[in-house]
């Protein structure tokens, strides 16, 4: 039912002048045996992941353990059931995690941005690297402080350069620390992005702080060959896809509508089944005042668990009721649904309804997943959460 409201929230809640169809109508076409009911699910599932800004759901592979980084991310912003704790906290709408593909037994790393869309806008990369303990035969040494510098990898050909690599970061980092260390390699992801060819990789150099070459034995980094999957390099690059609040923008830079036109289902050809098949009837509907009732959007209902890792589902919530004359202050009224509450009560005009139950004020919720490359991804989506309900 919960997937089945969610589609139709919109159809729903108030078709102004016809009257709405059935409340389990589309239940009826999933599970009947009426025309095409797989096309209907099918159709309903492909707009969702519209919504959730997919064209398909990505190849499930739940066994893979997502970074604790990802993880210790996604319970900052969000709360147990994944809306926004603070919509503040998290610049842009999207954080990407990628693991190195390079496995070097040189400090080198490679990712593969191939998975980020053109569309979002890189504001912040950063190298993750695993910093461990140094080996015990060489922990007696004078220095205590490494200078430890990012470069980027370039082709010597196809730039007019002398120097293969471009210093992204460097900081002096204690010898004997363990424990994550973090790069801000934002250029080079930039780089990547609008050219992918020239994405060479990496490279870390260790220094002491006379400038010479360290012992590689005395400051070490995880590697994704040798190493513990906790504790492989990766990237985390933070973008922002341009996809907006509908209510603050509804249109990105091309002019199309964003986010969330939910679909025009088809609407009931055959008359409706008698009332008393309905889960609510009319009585039951028009007697409760506009109020917001829950909504549980199951993920694993509508076969998304394999991907998605957290939330399990949320509630979505969603507005019923009645919005006869007198509008009190309590349903949050707008100028326009007052005065239409009060044409309709006087019967001034024919055909005028009473103004409808909707969602005034809407949440985001965030969603942990693996996308098709085995990455871990946190993404925000706007406006999915009503967060109230008034009449208008
Ligand atoms: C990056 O990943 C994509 C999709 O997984 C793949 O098609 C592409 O060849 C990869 N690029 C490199 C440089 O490995
Ligand atoms: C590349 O550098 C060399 C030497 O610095 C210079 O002579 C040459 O004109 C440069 N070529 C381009 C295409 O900038």
Same mark, same amino acid.
Not at 181 to 186: A, D, G, K, L, N
Not at 220 to 235: D, I, T, V
Not at 359 to 367: E, V
């Given at each position: ?66 970074? &604790?980084? /990802? ?219 506009? &109020? ?38 309590? /349903? ?7 005065? &239409? ?42 406006? /999915? ?8």
């Amino acid at each position: 039912m919960s997937l089945v409201a969610v589609i139709s929230l919109a159809a729903l809640v108030c078709a102004a002048t016809a009257p709405p169809p059935p409340p389990n109508y589309l239940e009826n076409r999933f599970d009947g045996a009426g025309d095409g009911p797989g096309e209907v699910r099918s159709a309903a599932i492909k707009r969702l992941l519209e919504v959730f800004g997919m064209e398909d759901p990505p190849l499930a592979r739940s066994h893979m353990q997502p970074p &604790q980084y /990802m993880l210790d991310l996604y319970n900052t912003v969000a709360d147990v059931d994944g809306v926004t704790k603070d919509p503040y906290l998290l610049e842009g709408n999207t954080v990407r995690s990628f693991f190195d593909k390079l496995h070097s037994e040189q400090v080198e790393y490679r990712f593969n941005l191939s998975t980020v869309a053109r569309s979002e806008k890189v504001l912040t990369a950063e190298l993750h690297l695993f910093k461990l303990r140094p080996q015990a035969a060489v922990s007696f040494n004078r220095h205590h402080f490494c200078q430890v510098s990012v470069y980027q990898l370039l082709d010597s050909s196809r730039i007019n350069i002398t120097q293969g690599k471009k210093l992204l970061s460097s900081r002096l980092i204690p010898i004997h620390s363990t424990g994550w260390e973090v790069f801000t390699i934002t250029q080079a992801a930039r780089a990547w992005m609008s050219d992918e060819d020239s994405n060479l990789g990496l490279q870390v150099v260790v220094r002491t702080l006379g400038g010479s070459q360290m012992d590689m034995k005395l400051v070490r980094f995880a590697s994704g060959r040798n190493h513990h999957q906790s504790k492989q390099p990766m990237l985390v690059v933070f973008t922002d896809d341009g996809r907006r609040s509908a209510s603050l923008e509804n249109k990105d830079p091309n002019g199309t509508p964003v986010l969330p036109v939910l679909p025009q289902l088809p609407v009931a050809g055959a008359a409706p089944r008698s009332a008393r098949s309905l889960d609510y009837g009319e009585e039951d509907a028009t007697s409760l005042p506009c &109020q917001r009732l829950p909504l549980y959007v199951d993920f694993e209902e509508i076969g998304w668990s394999g991907w998605i890792v957290s939330p399990r589902g949320y509630n979505a919530y969603h507005c019923k009721g009645s919005c006869p004359f007198p509008l009190g202050q309590n /349903m949050r009224p707008t100028n326009h649904a007052t005065v &239409q509450s009060i044409i309709n009560a006087l019967k001034l005009t024919k055909g005028i309804e009473t103004p409808c139950c909707v969602p005034d004020k809407l949440f985001s919720i965030n969603l942990l997943y693996f996308d098709d490359d085995e990455n871990v991804v946190l993404k925000q989506y706007d406006d /999915m959460v009503a967060g109230s309900c008034g009449c208008h």
